[in-house]
């Protein structure tokens, strides 16, 4: 079987594109799921609570 550069360039574009998109729609649904709220926000708050002090 033969395949021209040119079929095998915008096979792989779309399969890049296919995947990015699939890709980003699950980083959506696991940032956005109820149950990976608790984490999220006990990440947040750690920041602020370990406040850094000038040295005296």
Request: glycine share 4%; net charge negative; aromatic share 18%.
């Amino acid at each position: 079987m033969n395949f021209e550069h040119e079929m095998l360039v915008g096979f792989a574009k779309s399969y890049g594109l296919f995947y990015l998109l699939a890709l980003s729609l699950l980083v959506l649904v696991y940032t956005y799921w109820p149950s990976n709220k608790k984490p999220f926000d006990r990440a947040a708050r750690s920041i602020i609570d370990d406040e850094d002090r000038p040295w005296e």
